[in-house]
């Protein structure tokens, strides 16, 4: 895979370094989620909500829940990327949260399966890692 720097953490190896990753990557996915995520990204990035206003107080434009929506995915992709040391889990992770958080505005999800959906993402990486250092 494509690597541009080593994560942090200690390389994939077995079952304890797996869990320690995981346990990462779920802890940046609430940092990316919740605090990061704030009161504006979350009502502008679902494109059924009213757009927020600017800070001069004019509405925004119509398109800016896209902007935002990827703006989003971004800061989940960074700590993917920074954590696995993989742009290729980091690119998977933009393309994939956008989808699940696309779906979940589109009311095809609840905010329990899209939560889940994002855990079961953060697996499939390590396992990935995983499978891949064994060879």
């Not at 797996?18 to 502008?44: C, E, K, M, V, Y």
């Not at 696309?102 to 953060?122: I, M, N, P, R, Y």
Request: glycine letters at 8%.
């Amino acid at each position: 895979m494509l690597e541009t720097f080593t994560s942090p953490l200690p390389p994939v190896t077995g079952f304890g370094s797996a869990l320690a990753l995981l346990f990462a990557l779920i802890i940046g996915h609430a940092f990316a989620d919740f605090p990061l995520q704030g009161d504006f990204l979350s009502r502008g990035k679902n494109r059924h909500t009213e757009p927020p206003k600017l800070a001069d107080g004019k509405s925004s434009p119509g398109d800016l829940w896209v902007y935002l929506m990827t703006a989003h995915c971004l800061i989940h992709a960074g700590f993917v990327w920074v954590l696995t040391g993989s742009i290729f889990f980091g690119v998977a992770e933009l393309i994939l949260h956008w989808t699940i958080d696309a779906l979940k505005c589109e009311g095809k999800t609840s905010f329990a399966v899209d939560q889940w959906l994002h855990v079961l993402c953060k697996v499939v990486f390590v396992g990935l890692l995983w499978a891949t250092s064994a060879t």
